[in-house]
């Protein structure tokens, strides 16, 4: 299904590692027409959280405003962004258009919780797992999963995704999310004409 604005944090993650830091401000209207190749025209609307003026991409992520992002994947690359959610574990193929950022790829569950678990994990991917142990009636251990992990991500940059995403939780789009006492980043996606909302997570600490 199209992930929407959950797909952002990819997006943001090859930002980090061009040099491209939160403080980074770009306008952000409510709607914004962009020039692509070709002589089209791609307009961009925000939905979640309609703005104008100038933001930064902190504040463009807790708030999941569209028309920062679009100029964002302009500026990084699109190829450069569907490479990065493919490397953090993303495993259907991604179309490298810009409307990537908004989520307009298909993506399932599964693969978006693993890419978020490597944000988790310091920029650590480990696949997903069925299976962990297997133990006979009396306990003893007959199979246990001896899983692999894969720095895919500068730790650096993945605590500064997980960063921001608490502050989505915390104050942004994914206040829903919150839980008191406990630290939680994620992010929200709504898919075209509403027909998909998501929320992906995790607590930083597990």
Do not use: C
């Not at 995704?161 to 006492?181: E, F, H, K, P, S």
């Amino acid at each position: 299904r199209p992930a929407g604005s959950a797909f952002k944090p990819f997006v943001l993650a090859t930002a980090l590692e061009q040099g491209i830091g939160l403080d980074k401000v770009y306008p952000s209207p409510a709607e914004l027409d962009l020039p692509l190749p070709g002589g089209q025209v791609w307009n961009v609307r925000n939905y979640e959280d309609p703005s104008s003026g100038q933001m930064n991409l902190l504040e463009a992520t807790v708030h999941s405003i569209n028309t920062v992002y679009a100029q964002l994947i302009i500026d990084i690359g699109p190829q450069q962004a569907v490479d990065t959610a493919t490397r953090l574990g993303i495993q259907s193929p991604l179309q490298p258009y810009p409307s990537a950022v908004l989520g307009t790829n298909d993506v399932t569950p599964i693969e978006m919780a693993s890419a978020y678990g490597t944000f988790a994990t310091g920029g650590e991917r480990v696949l997903p797992n069925m299976v962990t142990k297997v133990t006979s009636a009396n306990g003893t251990v007959l199979y246990q999963l001896q899983p692999s992990a894969h720095s895919v991500l500068d730790p650096a940059i993945a605590a500064t995704v997980t960063n921001a995403l608490q502050q989505v939780v915390q104050r942004g789009t994914g206040v829903n999310a919150n839980i008191v006492g406990r630290a939680v980043a994620g992010k929200t996606g709504t898919g075209e004409a509403w027909r998909d909302t998501w929320f992906v997570g995790y607590t930083p600490d597990l």
